[in-house]
């Protein structure tokens, strides 16, 4: 079935630094790509997403890069802050309907200042 | 404008019993979906609902089932529960059906 892989599983970073999450997806038709962070005793929060038809999105410190051929997607977060220390989630469309979502597995990301 | 709700938060049952979560979505949100979370086997997707209308359904036992009503909250239910139920169940709105906000969870323990 359709898959998502996620790394790396933990990343620690220094405050200041930029963190880079990177993702692969099996379903060819899968044309929506969000990236959720999960704080404890959360639920998850959409932080950014791309659809299928733009390469690359920013917004802030936050930015995603999406290339369809290799099927592959990136999460860049750059001057990374202790309050980023989180578990991130990519995730892609099932289809084209965009309304099932096949997760990644996650990454805790670390900030330590 | 007020986010997604679910109650209860934290729920107990026992083996065999059944369960009904609730979840109100953001207002004008007509696209409801639920995912059930757990450490093995992550985020993984349950149903979707659209005015009324299961539109997307993911690999679970028929012992989850949910429902939508007019006014879009939904709830799910799980039937003959099993230990390997325990999770945190998430629901998600969308207006249209990408961008989904998610709620706090309900947390599920089956004993």
């Known amino acids: 079935g359709e898959n998502v892989e996620q790394h790396p599983s933990t990343l620690s970073v220094q405050e200041g630094d930029s963190a880079v999450i990177k993702c692969t997806y099996s379903?060819?038709?899968?044309?929506?790509f969000p990236w959720y962070k999960q704080e404890l005793g959360k639920g998850p929060q959409l932080i950014i997403d791309?659809?299928?038809?733009?390469g690359e999105k920013k917004d802030q410190r936050i930015a995603v890069t999406l290339n369809k051929t290799a099927k592959h997607f990136s999460l860049h977060i750059t001057e990374t802050q202790p309050e980023d220390s989180a578990v991130y989630f990519c995730?892609?469309?099932?289809?084209?309907?965009?309304?099932?979502?096949?997760f990644g597995k996650g990454t805790t990301l670390s900030v330590s200042s | 404008k007020a986010g997604v709700t679910q109650t209860p938060r934290y729920l107990i049952k026992t083996r065999g019993q059944q369960v009904t979560l609730s979840c109100s979505p953001i207002?004008?949100?007509?696209?409801v979906s639920w995912y059930q979370q757990t450490p093995g086997q992550g985020l993984q997707f349950l149903f979707e609902?659209?005015?009324?209308?299961?539109?997307n359904k993911g690999n679970f036992p028929g012992r989850f089932s949910g429902r939508q009503f007019s006014n879009s909250r939904s709830e799910m239910n799980v039937s003959t529960l099993e230990l390997g139920d325990s999770a945190l169940y998430l629901c998600?709105?969308?207006?249209?059906?990408?961008?989904?906000?998610f709620g706090p969870g309900t947390r599920l323990t089956v004993l």
């Open positions: 379903d060819s038709a899968s044309n929506y």
């Open positions: 207002s004008g949100h007509r696209s």
């Open positions: 609902y659209f005015s009324e209308t299961q539109r």
């Open positions: 998600a709105s969308s207006l249209l059906g990408f961008e989904q906000f």
């Open positions: 995730a892609a469309s099932q289809g084209q309907a965009g309304t099932a979502l096949i």
């Open positions: 791309i659809r299928s038809n733009v």
